[in-house]
């Protein structure tokens, strides 16, 4: 089991559902289609998921796109990737494709990097409302990047990219530091994806305002996998939670778009121990596992 930080800054308890300041729920929904496994979900940002993508991921990270305002220039407009890039102290190579943009529109880069810098480019907890990242097996020549730059913004964020580009493994899209879509032909890549999510739910709900960071082990990734073998989609919300120990959380098998109820009806309650870093499985038969 890996140990994972959740900060006070996390894509859980910092994003908010209407006026009333409900968090928002765990969901997840996997596909698969001729060897690409799909998985949308909430809530993540990018600097949560890199090493988790990275068991799928080559050494070169393409970063196909950026969009933010926390860099800004002297004008008061947002810097380009490249210029991030060099602020955060991270080698790179800058592909300018502002070609691809509307007639008008700001500077825009492509950017190549070792997948491992990722976590630099992305520290200091800045924010971003899009972030779109695919795997290479190193550097791209320019007439590559160009092809890449075009597809990518031809066929939108939720296109099979993995399809026009088989020579990579993962693609990473996301929004709004909340909403994520990755495309992966690692196999085990949804499971993956929702043992992560399912620690940094349970991390965000064991913080209060006395705490900057909590850690959390994952749970097994049986546990997820057993969880996907039964559906494909799943809603989490917190049932309670207690600083000083213990959080349970219930799923639902169902899918959730943004607006929609809550269910209250649970087929699985997941309960996580602070002090043991275990995770214990309640199903309706009151059948109960340790992980």
Not at 141 to 170: I, K, M, N, T
Not at 257 to 271: A, E, V
Request: with cysteine; proline share 4%; net charge negative.
């Amino acid at each position: 089991m890996k140990d994972v930080r959740v900060d006070a800054w996390n894509a859980f308890g910092t994003n908010r559902l209407g006026l009333d300041g409900t968090g928002f729920p765990l969901t997840v929904d996997v596909s698969a289609s001729q060897g690409i496994h799909i998985v949308n979900g909430t809530a993540a940002r990018a600097c949560d998921l890199i090493d988790v993508l990275s068991s799928a991921a080559q050494n070169t990270a393409v970063v196909l796109n950026i969009d933010h305002y926390s860099w800004l220039d002297p004008h008061g407009d947002p810097l380009r990737s490249r210029e991030i890039a060099r602020q955060q102290g991270v080698q790179f190579a800058a592909h300018d494709i502002t070609w691809t943009q509307a007639r008008g529109s700001a500077p825009s880069d492509l950017l190549t990097m070792s997948w491992n810098d990722l976590h630099r480019f992305f520290d200091g907890n800045w924010s971003h409302y899009g972030a779109d990242i695919m795997d290479a097996e190193g550097p791209l020549p320019d007439d590559v990047a160009d092809e890449v730059a075009l597809a990518f913004h031809l066929q939108g964020q939720d296109s099979w990219l993995l399809r026009e580009f088989p020579q990579s493994r993962v693609f990473y899209s996301g929004h709004d530091d909340c909403y994520l879509h990755v495309q992966s032909t690692d196999p085990t890549m949804p499971a993956r994806i929702l043992t992560r999510l399912i620690a940094l739910f349970g991390g965000s709900a064991l913080l209060d305002e006395h705490s900057e960071s909590v850690m959390v082990a994952e749970p097994q990734l049986s546990m997820a996998e057993n969880m996907l073998r039964e559906s494909e989609h799943w809603v989490g919300t917190v049932l309670t939670s207690d600083p000083c120990g213990q959080v349970t959380m219930g799923f639902t098998p169902t899918r959730w778009r943004l607006g929609s109820p809550l269910s209250d009806d649970f087929s699985l309650h997941l309960t996580f121990d602070l002090k043991s870093q275990t995770w214990d499985t309640h199903r309706s038969d009151n059948v109960v596992s340790r992980d």
